[in-house]
């Protein structure tokens, strides 16, 4: 199983960052796992972003402030991550992963990508 991210590398204050994960065809966004969000800002540990089950229905931080969407495409096999009103507070690497279904483990993960918010 393999997971890619893809983004913009740099956004604007106040703008909207959008992230994709791609999965590989030998593992379905659509199977019983569930597929997170996950980031580390510089210096910091990871921080939980949210996650969307296979079910579709998502879940997310509190500490994100009601910023943050998650949706997938299972024809694409691919699951994204918007972000509202971004600030240098949401600069990090930013990986997706996929989960148990009970979220016990997170056995693959992206190799992450840097996301930079800066005017």
């Known amino acids: 199983v393999q997971l890619q991210e893809s983004g913009p590398g740099l956004v604007k204050p106040s703008q909207t960052l959008s992230l994709t994960c791609t999965v590989s065809?030998?593992?379905?966004?659509?199977?019983?796992?569930?597929w997170m969000w996950i980031r580390q800002p510089p210096g910091k540990g990871l921080e939980w972003l949210g996650a969307?089950?296979?079910?579709?229905?998502?879940y997310y931080s509190p500490s994100l402030k009601n910023r943050a969407s998650i949706s997938r495409d299972t024809f694409k096999n691919q699951f994204s991550l918007q972000l509202t009103s971004v600030t240098p507070e949401d600069t990090a690497v930013y990986f997706c992963?996929?989960?148990?279904?009970?979220?016990?483990?997170?056995?693959?993960w992206g190799q992450g990508t840097q996301v930079t918010v800066s005017s």
């Open positions: 992963a996929r989960a148990s279904p009970d979220w016990g483990l997170y056995d693959y």
């Open positions: 065809s030998d593992s379905s966004t659509s199977t019983s796992h569930s």
């Open positions: 969307i089950r296979s079910s579709g229905s998502s």
